[in-house]
């Protein structure tokens, strides 16, 4: 895995373009009109191989419909997803379960997305197994290898996933979508969940195995200081469709939209605040 | 009002399918039903090939659905062949008796159930109510062949009340008002019966329904008001908790119609119960489908009169309802 | 946990009266229909430890019954003869589970016959015939409530792993099964099936009807719980590593319907014993000579004999501890099951 990451990456050969995602839901009941939501609009993005895209807007602007349909789960009404080069939308359920592979996802919630009934072996090698191309040695030297690298101890693996505290089974989860080795993580309101401290510890995880491993992110969250310090480029969300887009330091030197406004004024300060430079 | 629609749409879906399955069952046997009959001795034989003509058994199915249940619409039920007669005379009578049963003991239980569950419910964790828990507890685990036939027993030994049938052998010469009692006398065994083995389902129910309503806070603030206990209870609690108990006042409609038929052959009650049971073993296929569909109609009834409580007692159904 | 405790002791108990019942050849002193034409109608035998001269005796012994003086349905014991009750004794032939031929049985008599609960009118032995009843009925029980369980799985699975069109159908159909009374359902199939049948035929027949009539409710739930499961987040995940259908039905949202189904089991199969009493009370279940709790009781519809003799009343009393095992243990599933809840939504799951 090359480590290729520039700031703007803007040289190098997109690994995810989205072109004019709409995704629309209709819900019909069996008596009275039908309500239509419609979740995406025209959302368009590209995402260089190696960097971070943050994507970062309020509850209900979009954010997870998103992630469920980059990551094959679910189908978007039009547009396109063009990961290495291939329109992923149109594949049909065979092929979608190959793709699948290259793009994970981790869930906000750790506790819901680890099956609480089993042992966190079984949830470790549930990905390994599915793909169905690695014996028992195999399995158990990437076990063993993943573990180490996300900083979890040998032992935890005999234990159920709710006797793990938020961290362990956070690290856990990206353990486990590791395992495959994807190229594109979709982490979507990974650390939202998390204690503060311990939201620091896995974001400084998820920056290091980035810098070693060349790992793709797309960061989806609410909280626009941690985009902040996590991502190369934010794209702010509201209602379906992406408002402003931009490196960082012009997000919060320079915002646009009103939107944007709205996120940083969220966005608690530590010492004097300084309200001029966030004023426009 | 659209909510009461609703529901009316709903019951007669429900009777339309029971009409489609009781249909079907008429239908499924009579290949070797009606030949069945022609083995009968008692029968004639003009009178297999009349029927067969008159159910149209060589008409495809829809044809004979739609027919059957023009006939079943107009009060023509078929013909039972153990009584030599149509069937829908010899059921109405016996569903009269059966209704009479049914409701008298719907009623009684409510009436007990009701004020056991508030009374338990205020008391919940203390002596009594566990008391009441475990009383509940070995009724529940009582089977209701085993309470009827022992309520028998005890009524037959001490020889103090009729024990079968609705009413005495000189009920026609009695004044109005003695017809009565001797009516009440006959329908306290069965009536008892039928309390006992539905009393413990209820009591459980309403003491929980209003155990989980008694932790809200309004009924805090009530209190704090300085309404009194009695009133806040049964005007504040009982109210609130309605919603679940009228669900099942309409579940114990049901399990009160099943148990009937048991406690009358028992305890010889002329209702539906030993009519079906005879015909069962007279191979009387056009009663005991008739009387699944009576039952049927009552259960569904009961539902909806359920639904209607509903309507009048929540005002959250009503305003929904009415905001559409 | 204090839960799994109880439930533990319920599974105990239940366990030890279910063993009781299934090794009935062993606690029985007799065949079942082993008839005893001398001796219609006797009443319970008593144990004594003391004799009619004072002397105490080590071994528990009863008296034989004669015929009262000029009675012919009334008994009193002869005591000039006290008969030392035998214990693991050589006895009637049985199949021990149905196939390991034994002759022990927990007690007997030497030189004359012991009739705990009394006879019926063939003479035959009542407590004999209540442990081997039991054997019947509650096997109606539980393989009824298996099959209930096994339709209303595969429906609600069904209907809850699809939705649409399938899904409104079948909760359709659960709705207007639910609608029907379930005992007149019950007499409407058994009216059409044959009424004289060889009993195994009756007793299959008869499981049948009853689990077939009481689908709907387990397949509601079951629907309910495949809902749910299907939108927790790791059944996401394995989508997203990959998974078929297949594998996440069979992997992921099964397990989740087991406490639904244990809890239904529960309730479920007390009423089913008490359905087949029901029938077998009113001559439309298991047929003679084969004892069910239920025909055991049918004589009791004479009130003649209702009256004089009291003992055959008692196995409609049989069914009461099994009843009350399988409501305790209905009831300490139920709390498993809410307290698993609130432990999930501690660990925030």
Not at chain 1, 55 to 72: D, F, I, R, Y
Request: hydrophobic fraction near 50%; include cysteine.
């Amino acid at each position: 895995m090359k480590v290729e990451a520039t700031a703007t990456g803007k040289n190098v050969h997109p690994l995810l373009k989205v072109e004019n995602l709409v995704k629309r839901y209709t819900k019909r009941s069996l008596a009275g009109t039908p309500e239509e939501l419609l979740a995406l609009d025209s959302v368009s993005f590209t995402i260089s191989p190696g960097t971070t895209l943050a994507v970062v807007g309020e509850s209900g602007s979009g954010k997870s419909t998103l992630a469920n349909c980059l990551a094959c789960l679910e189908s978007p009404t039009s547009g396109n997803i063009w990961f290495e080069g291939k329109d992923i939308v149109k594949l049909e359920e065979r092929a979608c379960r190959q793709v699948r592979r290259q793009i994970q996802l981790i869930f906000q919630d750790p506790a819901s997305s680890l099956n609480p009934r089993w042992s966190a072996f079984e949830v470790l090698v549930e990905p390994l197994i599915l793909q169905r191309k690695f014996n028992r040695e195999e399995i158990k030297k990437r076990v063993n290898y993943w573990l180490g690298r996300v900083g979890l101890s040998q032992d935890i693996v005999g234990r159920s996933p709710m006797e793990l505290s938020g961290g362990q089974r956070q690290r856990l989860a990206i353990a486990r979508a590791l395992t495959l080795e994807p190229k594109l993580l979709i982490l979507d309101e990974a650390l939202s969940a998390l204690d503060c401290s311990v939201q620091a510890q896995i974001a400084n995880l998820l920056m290091e195995l980035q810098g070693s491993l060349g790992m793709t992110y797309l960061f989806i969250t609410h909280d626009l200081a941690m985009a902040a310090h996590f991502a190369d480029e934010i794209a702010v969300m509201d209602r379906g469709r992406i408002v402003e887009q931009g490196p960082p330091n012009k997000i919060f030197i320079q915002p646009e939209q009103e939107t944007t406004r709205r996120l940083l004024a969220a966005v608690p300060r530590i010492g004097r605040g300084d309200q001029s430079a966030l004023e426009r | 009002m659209r909510y009461l629609v609703r529901r009316l749409g709903h019951a007669f879906f429900l009777l339309a399918g029971a009409s489609v399955l009781a249909f079907l069952f008429t239908a499924l046997a009579p290949g070797t039903y009606f030949d069945e009959m022609r083995l009968n001795p008692q029968i004639a034989p003009e009178t297999v090939a009349a029927l067969r003509v008159q159910y149209g058994v060589d008409k495809p199915l829809p044809l004979r659905y739609a027919s059957w249940l023009n006939s079943v619409l107009h009060g023509d039920m078929g013909f039972s062949f153990a009584y030599n007669g149509p069937v829908a005379p010899l059921l109405v009578v016996r569903a009269r008796n059966t209704l009479l049963l049914t409701i008298t003991s719907t009623l009684f239980a409510w009436a007990i159930a009701l004020p056991l569950g508030v009374w338990s419910a205020e008391r919940l964790g203390r002596l009594s109510d566990r008391l009441l828990s475990w009383g509940t507890a070995v009724l529940l685990v009582i089977p209701d062949l085993a309470l009827a036939l022992g309520l028998l027993i005890v009524a037959l030994r001490s020889g103090s009340f009729p024990t079968g049938g609705m009413a005495s052998v000189d009920f026609e010469t009695l004044s109005p008002a003695n017809k009565l009692r001797d009516l009440a006398l006959h329908m306290i065994l069965p009536v008892t019966a039928l309390v006992l083995s539905t009393l413990p389902l209820l009591v459980r129910h309403v003491r929980a329904s209003v155990a989980d309503v008694l932790d809200a806070p309004f009924l805090l603030a009530a209190l704090g008001h300085g309404i009194p206990k009695r009133t806040l209870l049964y005007r504040y609690a009982l109210p609130a908790a309605a919603n679940p108990l009228i669900s099942l006042f309409g579940f114990s409609i049901g399990v009160l119609l099943s148990g009937s038929l048991l406690i009358e052959v028992v305890m010889s009650w002329p209702g539906l119960g030993p009519l079906l049971l005879e015909a069962i073993l007279a191979r009387d296929l056009y009663v005991v489908i008739g009387g699944m569909l009576f039952s049927t109609f009552f259960l569904v009834g009961g539902n909806l009169f359920a639904d209607m409580l509903l309507y009048w007692a929540d005002p959250r159904i009503r305003a929904e309802s009415n905001a559409r | 946990m204090r839960v799994r405790r109880v439930l533990t002791r319920w599974l105990v108990t239940l366990g030890v009266l279910h063993g009781i019942v299934g090794f009935a050849g062993f606690f029985a002193p007799y065949d079942p229909v082993e008839q005893d034409r001398k001796s219609p109608y006797l009443p319970p035998m008593r144990f004594h430890l003391i004799d009619g001269q004072g002397h105490f005796h080590a071994r528990p012994f009863v008296y034989a019954l004669k015929l009262r003086e000029g009675s012919f349905d009334r008994y009193v014991e002869n005591t000039t003869e006290p008969q030392p009750v035998r214990f693991f004794m050589k006895g009637a032939r049985y199949r021990l589970l149905g196939f390991l031929p034994c002759r022990r049985h927990l007690f007997g008599l030497e030189n004359t016959r012991i009739y705990l609960l009394g006879t019926d009118a063939y003479g035959r032995d009542q407590l004999s015939r209540l442990l081997f009843g039991g054997q019947v009925s509650l096997l109606a029980g539980l393989l009824g409530a298996g099959i209930t369980l096994s339709i209303g799985l595969c429906i609600g699975a069904v209907a809850g792993s699809f939705g649409g069109w399938r899904d409104s159908l079948l909760m359709r159909l659960a709705e207007l099964f639910m609608a029907l009374p379930w005992l007149y359902v019950l007499f409407a199939i058994r009216a059409f099936l044959p009424l004289a049948v060889s009993p195994l035929r009756a007793f299959f027949l008869i499981i049948t009807v009853i689990g077939i009539v009481g689908w709907a409710r387990p397949a509601r739930l079951v629907r309910g719980v495949v809902l749910s499961a299907k939108e927790r987040d790791f059944v996401r995940a394995a989508r997203g590593f990959g998974a078929t259908h297949g594998y996440l039905f069979r992997r992921h949202i099964l397990p989740e319907t087991s406490s639904v189904l244990l809890t239904q089991a529960a309730i479920l199969i007390p009423q089913y014993v008490l359905a087949e009493m029901t029938l077998s009370f009113l001559g439309l279940g298991v047929p003679e000579p084969v004892p069910s709790w239920g025909n055991l009781l049918s004589s009791l519809q004479q009130y003649s004999v209702l009256v004089s003799y009291w003992w055959i009343y008692l196995p409609a009393l049989a069914m009461v501890p099994f009843f009350l095992g399988y409501l305790g243990l209905a009831s300490s599933l139920q709390e498993r099951g809410a307290a698993y809840k609130i432990e999930s939504r501690i660990w925030g799951i």
